[in-house]
């Protein structure tokens, strides 16, 4: 990022090493977390030692230190702030509250007086670079945003680290687990995360199928009794309801074969006597809107679902992309939206794309009809830290040309996001839907939905076209038709879907869902769910890593101990969405000024007893063996 920032604002030359100079400004970079807090033995040694009547461990003040092979890097950035000749210091770090975060952590190090600026780049083009130092604000502007950032880096720790001590000593209380003595390790996202899978193993488990009829009927064409041209439908009950507690019942779904037989053999006899089945033929258009343009983790579940790609491995082609390749905006983004004034570099943007002939026929359609959707895509009440994903207009050879995409993984990753792109901008697909729906004597039956595609609008960019037949489709009518017969097939319900992870990636997106108290729900949702688009992968790899899940997302006998002894504990908190969505929502008042910092990390001070009081007086665990 240095090296851009220097090349976008120009006359720079380095004078050692990643230290580059104008005669405005000295720059040099940063990466990732240089500090970190302090572990509990750099307070303290005797807590290198786990045992209970050491915990809770909560320090009176938090402290920072240097990770151990930073130490050169941080004591070199000291150094050019200490010149005499550099006046103030602009943050350029990531524009988001982990970026704030790294900045103060190296502030702190600095420990300097002078001035501080801040520069929000959304983009590392040179364009946006310029834009940006054009409207540096003072680091003031930004205070509730560091004391958010530090407020949840605390509560992580506080959490995370009481949790884990106390749940590893409770579950080596039990003599097989102390034997392995395993580390459970626990935290506010990576355990409800945990418990969604464990969860739905849990039901696919239990699950009991149940057999069931569904009635068929064949018709025959208007006016004709031959098999030639027949249509095909079943029987439903239109007063059918859906209900939570059964949600195997559907509306044409009978649990009594008898029933089912019976509904048979009156068919039968009403087509023995020439009954004809009476239709309403329903002919109307359904315009299906273009997909919006791509957040982290939308396009971590899309290159999921169609590729097999992990969530990390999205990320870090992704990553590369915006860092090395230049060819795509900052990706780690909870928005679909682009600003209110974002619509002429759009337009530029589309213009660079139909250079290349993998998208050209695209984007001259959109030169010629312009942009649609605009409402939806220029949002500014939608852009908070970030702005969604797309092209930067940059063209990379290899990369953005439309090659390459079964042996690059770059490459593809941009062909998908550039489609997307293109496609966001463009007009509804229009389809004929035809519905047919009637009586034979008292059974109301319905016939197979059918869709035609009859103007492709945007699913022209992924490669789709009209029909051919939608040309004859004729308009909504009433039909009689005759009845050729009857029959019943039997169908088993299923259980519901493994987790893969393309739907973890939207559980945990949207876990608002699973909080009761809608406050809490409306934070959780504003806060993009559990974790954020940049630290989901690696918390579901963490999963992994930690023998929690195997490489298919199928729970452990480890990972359903833990869930197991924190579900006997009715330690809800723990293993839903609610800490997070309480924490979101108290963090949202600290980084607005609503909430003072003291007090929230009192809160989770309290809080973090309760769970170390609650593990202590809970008796021995069962083994993880056993808790198949």
């Not at 500090?35 to 920072?64: N, S, V």
Request: glycine fraction near 4%.
């Amino acid at each position: 990022m240095a090296r851009d920032i220097c090349a976008a604002l120009g006359g720079f030359s380095q004078t050692s090493q990643n230290v580059w100079e104008n005669d405005r400004y000295v720059c040099t970079a940063a990466r990732g977390h240089l500090l970190e807090l302090c572990e509990p033995q750099d307070f303290d040694p005797r807590f290198k030692q786990w045992a209970f009547y050491l915990l809770p461990i909560i320090p009176e003040r938090f402290r920072i230190k240097p990770k151990p092979d930073v130490i050169p890097l941080l004591e070199r950035i000291r150094a050019l702030v200490d010149r005499a000749d550099v006046t103030g210091i602009i943050n350029a770090c990531d524009a988001a509250r982990e970026g704030e975060l790294i900045f103060r952590e190296i502030l702190a190090f600095c420990r300097t007086p002078k001035p501080v600026e801040r520069v929000w780049l959304q983009s590392l083009t040179s364009e946006s670079i310029r834009d940006g130092f054009a409207r540096v604000k003072p680091a003031s502007a930004y205070e509730g945003l560091a004391n958010a950032a530090s407020c949840r880096a605390k509560a992580d720790w506080l959490i995370g680290l009481n949790a884990t001590r106390a749940l590893t000593l409770h579950m080596r209380r039990d003599p097989a687990s102390a034997q392995a003595r395993e580390v459970y390790p626990a935290g506010r996202v990576q355990t409800p995360t945990l418990a969604l899978i464990v969860r739905r193993w849990q039901e696919i488990t239990d699950f009991k199928p149940m057999s069931f009829q569904r009635v068929e009927v064949t018709l025959g064409a208007a006016g004709m009794t031959t098999t030639l041209t027949t249509t095909k439908a079943n029987v439903y009950d239109p007063k059918f309801k859906k209900s939570d507690l059964h949600p195997e019942h559907k509306d044409d779904r009978f649990f009594d074969p008898k029933a089912a037989a019976k509904i048979v053999a009156e068919i039968e006899a009403l087509a023995a006597a020439n009954t004809p089945a009476e239709l309403k033929r329903k002919v109307s258009n359904r315009d299906q809107a273009p997909p919006a343009l791509f957040h982290l983790t939308g396009l971590q579940q899309t290159m999921a679902q169609r590729h097999g790609w992990t969530a990390k491995r999205t990320l870090e082609s992704a990553q590369r992309c915006y860092e090395q390749h230049k060819v795509l905006t900052y990706p780690r983004t909870d928005s679909p939206c682009l600003p209110s004034d974002y619509e002429p570099k759009v337009n530029d943007i589309i213009d660079n794309l139909g250079s290349l002939e993998a998208f050209r026929e695209h984007a001259v359609r959109l030169q010629k009809d312009g942009l649609k959707y605009k409402s939806e895509r220029f949002d500014d009440s939608k852009v908070s830290d970030h702005f969604a994903i797309i092209p930067t207009g940059k063209l990379c050879p290899g990369v953005t040309h439309g090659g390459n995409l079964k042996r690059d993984d770059d490459a593809l990753l941009f062909d998908v996001v550039a489609r997307r792109f293109l496609a966001a901008f463009q007009q509804a697909a229009r389809h004929i839907k035809i519905e047919r729906k009637g009586k034979i004597g008292n059974h109301h039956i319905r016939a197979t939905l059918k869709e035609i595609l009859a103007q492709p609008g945007w699913l022209a960019t992924y490669g789709k076209q009209a029909d051919p037949e939608a040309i004859h489709v004729a308009a909504s009518g009433d039909e009689t038709l005759p009845v050729l017969a009857a029959k019943s097939e039997t169908g088993t319900t299923k259980p519901p879907p493994a987790i893969d992870e393309a739907s973890l990636l939207r559980l945990m997106q949207f876990a608002g869902r699973q909080v009761d108290d809608p406050e809490l729900a409306a934070a959780l949702t504003a806060a993009d769910g559990l974790g954020t688009p940049a630290t989901r992968a690696e918390i579901i790899e963490n999963l992994k890593h930690r023998r929690y899940v195997t490489a298919n997302l199928e729970p452990t006998p480890k990972g359903q101990a833990l869930i197991h002894c924190l579900d006997s504990l009715n330690a809800q908190r723990l293993t839903s969405p609610a800490l997070t969505a309480e924490l979101e929502f108290q963090l949202s008042k600290v980084q607005k000024g609503d909430a003072d910092a003291a007090g929230f990390m009192k809160e989770i001070e309290s809080y973090t007893r309760e769970i170390v009081a609650a593990l202590r007086a809970q008796p021995t665990s069962a083994n993880p063996e056993s808790a198949r």
